[in-house]
């Protein structure tokens, strides 16, 4: 029993659809899988979510491209909607970029996110941001186009220039993004609801438009259906699901320190049994009875 049977549509038929996209962040096959049972039809695998849960660490670029890859390799393997991955800063050059790309369509990525900024990149609403000429970010979009292997895996360009250069300047980078091929456009932390209906007006439907909401960011928090009636086709909720879990590791742990026991929180947990039960262990020993001799 591999991966989850849910019928869903690629990514490109999902986006030229009447609805938004709401794609929320995860951060390995587990919360893949419950994210998709939840009924998700897209999920966005982010690197500031594995330098969190994997590194223990925050998101001042220590992730590498491999380890991107490895965790991508085991959700692809588990579910099949697909999957936005964040690909920082193409881990280098336009070359690096390169690699970065076929490597994550091999672990089979439906769409990479690149953005601008120099490396070591830092998390989009963190201060004291960087970024690269608008001509080198045009060299690395063109280079991520013509690495893949197919069109269906979408290539998104994100600039992180408002932050730095102000917002029409950032707009003037994703036109330029857009003309090097990019699929997707995201201008990363707005930082204000009129920046974002801006955002819009320039670009009208010529690329479908992303949206990163962060609890706490730069850019006020929106629904999918606000964000919706501004004209975005993507929204991603990246780390979310982290500060959840932040939330309730401290609640956890704290509690088992202080009582020696788990039954205040009984509650919030699952029992052994419905653990079992939301990953189908007794299907998929069933499934291997099949080849005992």
């Given at each position: 029993?591999?991966?989850?049977?849910?019928?869903?549509?690629?990514?490109?038929?999902?986006?030229?659809?009447?609805?938004?996209?709401?794609?929320?962040?995860?951060?390995?096959?587990?919360?893949?899988?419950v994210a998709e049972r939840a009924g998700f039809s897209c999920l966005y695998l982010s690197g500031a979510n594995v330098a969190y849960t994997r590194l223990g660490r925050p998101d001042i670029g220590l992730v590498t491209a491999t380890e991107m890859a490895e965790t991508l390799s085991l959700i692809t393997a588990r579910v099949?909607?697909?999957?936005?991955?964040?690909?920082?800063?193409?881990?280098?050059?336009?070359?690096?970029?390169?690699?970065?790309?076929?490597?994550?369509?091999?672990?089979?990525?439906?769409?990479?996110?690149?953005?601008?900024?120099?490396?070591?990149?830092?998390?989009?609403?963190?201060?004291?941001?960087?970024?690269?000429?608008?001509?080198?970010?045009?060299?690395?979009?063109?280079?991520?186009?013509?690495?893949?292997?197919?069109?269906?895996?979408?290539?998104?360009?994100?600039?992180?220039?408002?932050?730095?250069?102000?917002?029409?300047?950032?707009?003037?980078?994703?036109?330029?993004?857009?003309?090097?091929?990019?699929?997707?456009?995201?201008?990363?932390?707005?930082?204000?609801?009129d920046d974002l209906a801006a955002i819009r007006t320039r670009f009208g439907d010529q690329r479908p438009l992303m949206a990163n909401m962060v609890e706490g960011g730069r850019t006020?928090?929106?629904?999918?259906?606000?964000?919706?009636?501004?004209?975005?086709?993507?929204?991603?909720?990246?780390?979310?699901?982290?500060?959840?879990?932040?939330?309730?590791?401290?609640?956890?742990?704290?509690?088992?320190?202080?009582?020696?026991?788990?039954?205040?929180?009984?509650?919030?947990?699952?029992?052994?049994?419905?653990?079992?039960?939301?990953?189908?262990?007794?299907?998929?020993?069933?499934?291997?009875?099949?080849?005992?001799?």
């Open positions: 029993m591999g991966k989850t049977m849910q019928a869903t549509s690629g990514l490109p038929e999902q986006l030229r659809g009447t609805n938004i996209v709401v794609a929320p962040g995860i951060y390995d096959a587990f919360t893949a899988f099949a909607c697909p999957i936005i991955v964040d690909g920082d800063t193409g881990y280098g050059n336009a070359l690096n970029t390169q690699r970065t790309v076929r490597l994550f369509e091999r672990a089979g990525a439906a769409a990479i996110q690149i953005e601008d900024q120099t490396f070591p990149k830092r998390c989009g609403h963190l201060r004291n941001k960087s970024v690269i000429t608008s001509g080198e970010m045009v060299g690395k979009i063109k280079a991520a186009v013509d690495a893949r292997a197919s069109e269906r895996m979408l290539v998104i360009a994100r600039t992180d220039a408002v932050a730095v250069e102000g917002l029409e300047p950032a707009l003037e980078r994703a036109a330029l993004y857009a003309q090097a091929g990019a699929d997707i456009l995201f201008v990363e932390a707005p930082p204000s609801r006020p928090t929106l629904s999918a259906d606000e964000l919706a009636k501004i004209g975005f086709k993507l929204v991603i909720f990246p780390g979310g699901i982290v500060r959840a879990l932040g939330r309730l590791t401290q609640d956890y742990y704290g509690n088992l320190r202080q009582q020696g026991s788990n039954a205040a929180m009984k509650d919030r947990m699952l029992d052994f049994d419905g653990l079992n039960d939301l990953l189908g262990t007794d299907a998929l020993l069933a499934d291997a009875a099949q080849y005992e001799g």
